[in-house]
């Protein structure tokens, strides 16, 4: 997952399918590891509700069992969520549905969590896709994040200024997790030296980090 300058590759990556309501879920768990993975876990709901939503459009108007393809890229810093069907008539439409209509609002929530949507015809088949807003720096860097920028100052002194040096490839990637695992080691060493219990710091710290999680998601 990570390029020659230590930060991540993110490969376009597919998944067939067949448009069947008790497949949703799975779709979403699929999503949401992969974005985990890519280190984009803060626009996880948003990708998530515009798979639930696109692959209910399919079966609502193309039918059960259609076979389909989901598809995730990125577009520069944007997501973009694409699903694939052989139905070249069936367009997309957005409605304006009210609050208690039964349809008409999937299409409505894709347009309101992403900054873009569209169609793309081909011979045989459509791809319906949605750009979603990250917090990427760059194309290929980490999110924009205060704690993030925190961990790797720490990191770059602890090492005396090598684990923020561009390396090349998977031994630079590695060699950088491995003196975070030495600083969180040493840190354990730190807190039973002075009579701190290195069990409770680690739960207590995977708490807060949990917490933080769920409210940028």
């Not at 497949?23 to 509700?49: F, I, K, N, P, Q």
Request: aromatic share 4%; glycine share 10%.
């Amino acid at each position: 997952m990570n390029g020659i300058d230590g930060c991540m590759t993110r490969k376009p990556w597919e998944l067939p399918f067949l448009a069947e309501p008790e497949e949703v879920a799975g779709l979403r768990r699929v999503v949401r590891l992969h974005l985990r993975l890519w280190g984009l876990s803060d626009v996880s709901d948003a990708a998530e509700t515009c798979v639930s939503e696109l692959a209910a459009n399919v079966i609502r108007h193309i039918g059960e069992g259609t076979p389909c393809t989901l598809t995730a890229e990125m577009r520069g810093t944007h997501l973009r969520i694409g699903l694939r069907d052989p139905d070249t008539r069936a367009l997309p439409t957005l409605l304006s549905a009210g609050p208690d209509a039964e349809a008409g609002r999937g299409l409505a929530l894709v347009d309101a969590v992403s900054e873009r949507w569209g169609v793309i015809l081909g011979a045989d088949s459509k791809l319906v896709w949605c750009d979603l807003v990250t917090r990427l720096a760059s194309p290929g860097g980490h999110v924009d994040d205060p704690r993030v920028a925190k961990g790797e100052a720490c990191l770059t002194l602890y090492s005396g200024g090598v684990a923020s040096v561009r390396g090349t490839g998977r031994a630079h990637a590695a060699f950088q997790q491995e003196v975070a695992i030495d600083l969180i080691a040493d840190l354990l060493h730190w807190l039973l030296a002075h009579g701190y219990d290195p069990d409770e710091a680690l739960d207590r710290a995977q708490t807060h980090f949990e917490a933080e999680l769920s409210q940028v998601g």
